[in-house]
């Protein structure tokens, strides 16, 4: 019986354990496995294997029984998800259901989840945009928040190392705050964006409209080949799951990377439940895990944990991990743990038409729009709020007359450019700040299926948030007016926290130990061999889209702990 239990311990012991199998998850498999490390996955959702595993990526429009829509039924048992732009028939079966895992808002919040392996790389709007020292910056200088321990020189030969693995498209601009990085060859501006760019860039020495850097093949590398991924289509059902892997997911790239080396063991239907601290050793052994289906727990154990939960998840085990050690949460000295939730404000629209480029019509589609990178309070502060934002762009040719309309004649009328002119589109992405007001806790009596507590969400806006949002309408006003266009019109788009699926914090990372919890190598200051490199240990949110970010944070502690490892520090 004893030698039975011995065997079986080492079974279930490996050199590195990997929770969760999302952007950051799918590098740091990638990254250990490639380093030589036996590395046990943990995804507490259904394994979704390439190409095989996408059940809508061919389908037509009319193919869909609700045409498209959810039915009222499932969005009425899913309230905070069904509001999500991703929440449609198309994609429905990649996001999680409310009634299926809980949570408690104690103020509006739309956690938007995708419990498979692959995460929501599948979802994501692979939009890539590296940081700069302004936003590294940015809490040191205004104070808000602490300081974040490392700036774009720590980061920037790890932004350049997964550019080129993962194929981002895009331009470069030769712009400070946003720099450039590894492109393959960049989208084009529609007609009118090029027109709006040429106007803004004539009227404002401090801004600059351009394309869109997004993570699709336009040209696909040697590397990529070797991935199985070729050239976008340009088809845009990119979150359906692209069977040609003309996007970057964990699914078409890292995951089958990691594979390939045989050093994985992945293992869907795993709920990690918590981290498992030894006292007498002083550091993590491993995590106890419950099987999604029978409900036991199976304890795992490694050298070194990496934690890729996906930012509030992460938040979720942390909390409950608890033990003499840490009575508060796993790592939780500083009393941070949950606490300076982060996020990006997507309230602020404003639309415009231009009457012009009649003789011009849309053709094809693109995978990403027009970018206004953020211009308010770099260098200095300029406003009466803090931090500041960029917008994503897009444009379209107002209608073609179809009506009354039919078979051939419907056809040859879709060709008939309009003469109409052009509509445009401006979507903010304001800069949250992270407040110890915006936290996240466990809720004392409910719990899940798994008996693990809920996660309470207690994070809204302030008024910074609104002042940046008028700001914004006023600006964007201004800057269509100026460049010829008419019919303005500002929007709020009254999305909540969570909504535009950009959570961050609550694990963050600083250079004091008294008032953070990961080190500039994203490792914990209380407890060595554990490592977060999701959106969690994020210290502040900056104003772009955060992914290509949690990838090159990812690669770099796992660089960092496989050499900490081998120099037997771990």
């Not at 795993?270 to 030894?278: E, T």
Request: proline share 5%; net charge positive.
């Amino acid at each position: 019986m004893a030698y039975f239990n011995i065997d079986s311990i080492k079974e279930r012991t490996f050199d590195a354990i990997v929770v969760g199998t999302g952007i950051s998850g799918g590098w740091a498999t990638k990254e250990l496995t490639q380093k030589g490390l036996r590395t046990l996955v943990l995804e507490r959702g259904r394994d979704v294997k390439h190409v095989i595993d996408y059940p809508t990526a061919m389908k037509n429009p009319w193919e869909f029984p609700h045409l498209g829509q959810v039915p009222l039924e499932l969005k009425q048992k899913s309230p905070a998800s069904s509001g999500h732009y991703i929440f449609k028939e198309e994609t429905v079966h990649f996001v999680v259901k409310d009634y299926e895992h809980p949570f408690i808002q104690d103020k509006p919040f739309s956690w938007m989840r995708g419990y498979q392996v692959g995460g929501r790389s599948l979802l994501w709007a692979r939009q890539a945009q590296r940081w700069s020292d302004y936003d590294f910056e940015g809490p040191a200088r205004d104070g808000f928040a602490v300081d974040w321990p490392i700036r774009y020189a720590d980061l920037a030969p790890w932004y350049s190392y997964v550019e080129k693995f993962v194929g981002i498209a895009g331009n470069k601009d030769g712009l400070s705050h946003l720099p450039d990085g590894e492109f393959l060859p960049p989208h084009e501006m529609s007609c009118v964006e090029k027109h709006f760019s040429q106007q803004v860039a004539k009227n404002y020495n401090d801004r600059q409209i351009i394309i869109g850097r997004t993570a699709n093949l336009t040209k696909a590398q040697e590397i990529h080949h070797q991935q199985g991924r070729s050239q976008c289509q340009n088809r845009v059902l990119c979150e359906r799951g692209c069977p040609y892997g003309g996007y970057f997911s964990s699914n078409s790239s890292t995951i089958p990377w990691a594979a390939k080396t045989g050093k994985m063991t992945l293992k869907p239907h795993s709920v990690v439940h918590s981290v498992i601290y030894d006292e007498q050793k002083k550091r993590a052994t491993g995590v106890r895990v419950i099987d999604a289906h029978t409900k036991e727990m199976t304890e795992y154990y490694a050298k070194i944990i990496f934690l890729n939960a996906s930012a509030l998840n992460t938040n979720l085990i942390l909390l409950n991990s608890t033990s003499n050690r840490f009575p508060n949460g796993f790592g939780n000295d500083s009393g941070v743990l949950g606490k300076f939730i982060g996020f990006h404000n997507y309230r602020g629209r404003v639309s415009a038409e231009y009457d012009g480029f009649h003789d011009t019509m849309a053709e094809g589609k693109r995978p990403t729009g027009s970018y206004l990178p953020r211009f308010r309070n770099l260098a200095k502060q300029e406003t009466d709020f803090l931090r500041g934002y960029a917008a994503s762009i897009g444009s379209s040719k107002i209608g073609t007359p179809t009506d009354n309309y039919l078979g051939a004649d419907l056809k040859e009328q879709l060709f008939k450019p309009s003469t109409e002119g052009w509509t445009m589109g401006a979507q903010m992405m304001g800069e949250v700040l992270t407040k110890e007001s915006n936290f996240v806790r466990l809720d004392p009596d409910l719990k899940d299926d798994w008996g693990i507590p809920q996660l309470r969400m207690s994070v809204d806006f302030d008024d910074n948030d609104m002042k940046m949002v008028q700001d914004f309408y006023e600006q964007f006003s201004e800057m269509f007016a100026k460049a010829g266009f008419r019919n303005i019109k500002t929007s709020d788009t009254k999305r909540v926290p969570g909504n535009e699926n950009h959570e961050m914090g609550g694990v963050r990372m600083g250079k004091d130990p008294k008032t953070s919890m990961l080190n500039k190598w994203n490792q914990m200051h209380a407890c060595k061999n554990v490592f977060v490199s999701d959106g969690s240990s994020m210290t502040s949110t900056a104003t772009q889209n955060p992914s290509l970010t949690y990838m090159a944070l990812t690669a770099r502690a796992a660089d960092y702990a496989v050499k900490q490892l081998k120099a037997k520090n771990l």
